[in-house]
C-alpha cells in the first residue's frame, strides 16, 4: 500500500471548487487546499457555487452549509441531479442530527465539523483521492500498459515513462469517462479554462499519449472530439 504522501499526489491534477461565506475562512482553506490540489476556486455564495458546479470543470466540491441565498445541503442537492458522483466534502459547524442525516442522503465523502485539525482535513482528502480514482491506484490500459495515479507514470513491458502535468491531468480526464465522448469544448474548458489556446495545442498533448499508450487507445471522433475505449 502507498503511503499518504503518494495518495494525496493523485489530487495534484485536480481542480476543487471550495464554498464559504466568510471571507477570511475562505482565504485560509484555498490556502492549504492549494498544496495538495492543481487548481483551486472560492466562492462565497450559494448561487455562485451552483453556477460554477453546473460548468462540469471541478473534480472535487467542498461546502459550507451556512451561505447566502442557497444554503449549502440545498446547494448539493440540486448538483446530485445530474452529478451523482463527484466527491463532496462539507466543511460546517453545524453539527445537528438534521444536518448530518440530509448530509448522508446526498452521498457525502467526509463531513468535518469546524474546527477540524489537519489531521481530519488530510484523512479527508485521502478519502477524496482514493474515491476519484475508485480506489484503484494501478489502472490497466492495455494488456502491456498500466498508470500510476499517485507517480503519474505509465509502465509498458517493464519500461517506466513520466507523463506531463498536462498529459496526466488529460489522461485521467479521459479515464474518469470511459467510453463516453468527450468533445473539443469540454477538453479545453477542463485544460484551460479562460485561456484560448489552439487546437493543436490539444491534439499534441493526445498524439504524445497515443504514442507512450497505444495509437487506438484514445480514438478521435471527427469534428467532434474523442473517446477513451476501455
Known amino acids: 500500500m502507498k503511503n499518504n504522501h ?23 482553506i484555498v490556502e492549504s487546499l492549494e498544496l495538495f490540489f492543481g487548481k483551486v ?3 462565497r455564495d450559494g448561487n455562485e457555487a451552483l453556477e460554477e458546479a453546473t460548468r462540469g470543470v471541478y473534480d472535487v466540491l467542498m461546502f459550507d452549509i451556512s451561505l447566502p441565498h442557497i444554503d449549502g445541503l440545498a446547494v448539493i442537492k ?13 466543511l460546517s459547524a453545524h453539527a ?11 452521498k457525502i465523502t467526509r463531513y468535518l465539523i469546524k474546527p477540524y485539525d489537519k489531521e481530519s482535513l488530510i484523512g479527508a482528502l485521502e478519502e477524496v ?26 509502465t509498458s513491458l517493464g519500461t517506466t515513462t513520466h507523463l506531463s502535468k498536462s498529459e496526466s491531468q488529460l489522461l485521467e ?5 470511459p467510453n463516453q465522448t468527450v468533445t473539443y469544448e469540454q477538453l479545453f474548458e477542463y485544460m484551460w479554462e479562460f485561456e484560448q489556446p489552439s487546437k493543436e495545442a490539444l491534439k499534441s498533448i493526445i498524439k504524445e499519449l497515443r504514442r507512450k499508450i497505444s495509437s487506438s487507445f484514445i480514438k478521435n471522433l471527427y469534428g467532434v472530439g474523442y473517446v477513451c475505449e476501455v
Not at 12 to 28: A, G, H
Not at 78 to 90: A, C
Not at 96 to 106: I, P
Not at 129 to 154: F, G, I, Q, W
Request: aromatic share 8%; charged share 30%; glycine share 2%.
Open 78 to 90: 440540486k448538483i446530485r441531479q445530474f452529478n451523482k458522483k463527484i466527491p463532496i466534502v462539507i
Open 6 to 28: 503518494d495518495i494525496l499526489e493523485i489530487l495534484s491534477t485536480k481542480k476543487v471548487l471550495c464554498v464559504e461565506d466568510e471571507e477570511i475562512i475562505l482565504t485560509n
Open 96 to 106: 445537528e442530527q438534521e444536518y448530518l442525516w440530509r448530509a448522508v442522503e446526498l
Open 129 to 154: 483521492a482514493l474515491e476519484l480514482v475508485d480506489h484503484r491506484l494501478n489502472v490497466p490500459m492495455t494488456p502491456t500498459c498500466s498508470y500510476d495515479v499517485c507517480r503519474k507514470t505509465l
Open 173 to 177: 480526464y479521459f479515464l474518469g469517462r
Open 41 to 43: 476556486v472560492g466562492v
